[in-house]
C-alpha cells in the first residue's frame, strides 16, 4: 500500500507537531510492505530519509505551521497546490495526523483523519479570540469530518468527547496511543539538572513543580495559579515553572492575564516562573528535577507532557476530566479542575507525603512502558489497512 501522508505539520513544536515526528519515524520502521509519499512545504527534515518514503515539496506562500491557527487562516492558492500535489501521485490512501492541517483531496482516494481531541468544539470561547476563528475551524472540521473515511483518535475520553460534541459516530473512529521519545528518561546526574534549572531561568532552590503545556485559556491555568496560591503559607519551599511558548505557537494565548495575576497576589510573586520553550534535553532534567508535573488543562485529548513525565519517573497531577487520567492510571494524583482548593490540596498533600511519592515514582515508569510509538504506528497502520479495504 502507498500511504499519502499531510506531514505540513511536522515541525509545529506543539503536541501534534511531537505526535506527527514519532507516529511517522515509527510507521516508516514497521516491515508491513507499506511505501509512504510526504507532502510538506518546509525543508525536509533528516529523519524523513527512509528507503520506503518519498517527500515532495509543495510550494506555498506561508507555511502551515503559521497559517493554519488561531486566528489566521490559509490562503486558498496554497490548499489548491496541496490538492493538486496529492492528486498527481497514485497513491491508495491519504492520512493527516492532525486536522489542524487538513486540505480538501480527491474524492476517489479513501482519507484518514487524526482528530486529537474535540476541546474546540466543547469549549470554543477558550480557544478561539474571535467569532471568526470559530467559524472557519468549524467549517474545515465540518468537511473533514464529512470528507473522512475513517477518523483516528488518541484515548477513550477524546473518542467520546468527539462522539458527544462533534457527532461522529463511535463505529468510525479507532483509538491508538501516544509515545514517548527516548531521551525521557531519569536524569540522576544532579550537574546536568541544575544547569537545566538555571537554562530555563529557575532558581537553584526549592522544591519544583513543572506545568509543560500551551499557555491558553482552556489549561486552566488560572486555578492553578489560585491552588499554588492557597497552599503558600502551609509550604514556601515550592516554585511553580509554567514550560511553553507565552506566544501560544500561534494558537489562543491569556499569557498577560496569568502575569497580572501572578503580579496582583504576593503568595505568588517571586516563586511562578515562566520559562519559555525549552529544548527536549533541557525538559527531560527538569521533568525529573519536579516533585510533580502538574495539569489542570479542562481537557485533553492525552497529554503527552504526562507521558514523558512518567517516563522521566516523576508523578503527574491532574484534572480528573479529559485524557490524561485515562493516561496516567495510579501513577499520579487527580482533582476538580473547576476547584482551586482542591488543586491545592493534591498538590499540599504529596508535597509533605514521602511514602506516597516515592510510591508514585515507581510506579510512573511502569505505567510509560504501556505506552510507545511502535505500538502507535501498529494500531495506526491497522486502521488504515482496513480503510482501504473496506473502500
Known amino acids: 500500500m502507498r500511504i499519502g501522508v499531510d506531514a505540513s505539520c511536522w515541525s509545529n513544536r506543539r503536541g501534534f507537531g511531537r505526535f506527527t515526528r514519532g507516529l511517522l519515524q515509527a510507521m516508516f520502521a514497521v516491515p508491513r510492505g507499506h511505501s509512504f509519499c510526504l507532502f510538506i512545504d518546509q525543508p525536509p527534515a ?36 496541496f490538492n493538486r500535489a496529492v492528486a498527481r501521485e497514485p497513491i491508495d490512501l491519504m492520512f493527516f495526523p492532525a486536522a489542524y492541517s487538513w486540505f480538501p483531496t480527491s474524492g476517489t482516494v479513501p482519507t484518514v483523519v487524526t482528530l486529537h481531541d474535540a476541546i474546540a468544539e466543547h469549549f470554543p470561547d477558550l480557544i478561539f479570540p474571535d467569532r471568526f476563528g470559530r467559524l472557519f475551524w468549524w467549517l474545515k472540521m465540518r468537511l473533514a469530518c464529512r470528507s473522512a473515511s475513517h477518523i483516528i483518535t488518541v484515548s477513550h475520553a477524546a473518542k467520546q468527547e468527539i462522539v458527544e460534541h462533534i457527532g461522529i459516530p463511535q463505529d468510525r473512529i479507532d483509538v491508538i496511543c501516544e509515545g514517548v521519545d527516548s531521551r525521557f528518561v531519569p536524569i540522576v546526574d544532579e550537574k546536568l539538572r541544575n544547569s537545566a534549572r538555571r537554562r530555563a531561568g529557575i532558581p537553584p532552590d526549592g522544591r519544583l513543580l513543572l506545568n509543560v503545556n500551551g499557555i491558553a485559556p482552556h489549561k486552566n491555568l488560572s486555578n492553578l495559579l489560585g491552588g499554588f496560591a492557597e497552599i503558600a503559607p502551609h509550604d514556601l519551599d515550592l516554585r511553580l515553572a509554567i514550560v511553553g511558548d507565552p506566544g501560544g505557537e500561534g494558537f489562543h494565548s491569556n499569557y498577560h492575564e496569568l502575569v497580572a495575576q501572578i503580579e496582583s497576589d504576593p503568595r505568588l510573586q517571586n516563586r511562578v516562573h515562566f520559562t519559555g520553550f525549552v529544548d527536549d534535553d533541557t525538559l527531560a532534567a527538569l521533568y525529573s528535577e519536579a516533585l510533580a508535573i502538574v495539569l489542570p488543562s479542562f481537557s485533553e485529548g492525552f497529554g503527552l507532557p504526562a507521558l514523558e513525565a512518567l517516563a522521566c519517573g516523576t508523578p503527574v497531577l491532574a484534572s480528573k476530566t479529559g485524557a490524561v487520567a485515562e493516561v496516567i492510571g495510579a501513577a499520579g494524583l487527580t482533582f476538580d479542575p473547576h476547584s482551586p482548593a482542591e488543586i491545592g490540596q493534591q498538590i499540599l498533600k504529596l508535597a509533605n507525603a514521602p511514602h506516597t511519592l516515592t510510591k508514585l515514582r515507581q510506579i510512573a515508569r511502569e505505567r510509560a512502558r504501556d505506552y510507545s510509538w511502535s505500538r502507535a504506528a501498529e494500531l495506526t497502520l491497522i486502521s488504515l489497512e482496513h480503510c482501504v479495504s473496506e473502500a
Not at 51 to 62: C, K, L
Request: positive net charge; hydrophobic residues 35%.
Open 46 to 81: 533528516p529523519q524523513m530519509t527512509h528507503p520506503n518514503v518519498q517527500v515532495i515539496e509543495v510550494p506555498t506562500s506561508r507555511p502551515v505551521t503559521k497559517s493554519a491557527v488561531a486566528g489566521d487562516r490559509r490562503s486558498l492558492r496554497d490548499i489548491f497546490r
